[in-house]
């Protein structure tokens, strides 16, 4: 029985467009905020970490579900990076001198950037399990 299903061009077309959503409307805030060099580079680092750690987490967890070999160290990486990432987020805007609906702006797009980045792995490796795509039958007519 054949379990790659090949994920269709609008869920694919949606992921993608969440995931440059999310990361241009965080880049577009950072360009635009008030705060000091080094603050949005702080932000511009937690981005790049957290995407980094949801594709990780995401690819650990489906290579688990095939059985895969994973080992519990590098597993266990992963979900600290996720959680590390998410948690300095909200340390910073916690004590952020932005205002409530800014800090609202961040936490928002990083988390839509997280969820899009997932999917976007996910169809990735989908695509890629399926196959090549079968011609369509409107072109024999």
């Known amino acids: 029985m054949n379990t790659n299903y090949r994920p269709t061009a609008a869920f694919v077309g949606a992921s993608w467009g969440a995931l440059i959503i999310g990361i241009a409307a965080y880049l577009i805030g950072l360009w635009n905020a008030q705060m000091q060099l080094n603050e949005k580079g702080y932000y511009l680092v937690l981005l790049l970490y957290g995407l980094f750690a949801a594709i990780s987490l995401q690819k650990t967890v489906r290579d688990r579900a095939e059985g895969l070999p994973v080992t519990g160290l590098y597993a266990s990486l992963c979900w600290f990076s996720l959680m590390a990432s998410i948690g300095l987020l909200g340390i910073g805007l916690v004590n952020a001198t932005l205002a409530l609906s800014e800090k609202g702006f961040y936490a928002m ?18 695509l890629q399990a399926a196959g090549p795509a079968p011609e369509s039958k409107l072109s024999d007519s």
């Open 109 to 126: 797009s990083f988390a839509l950037s997280l969820f899009a980045v997932v999917a976007v792995q996910k169809n990735v490796r989908d």
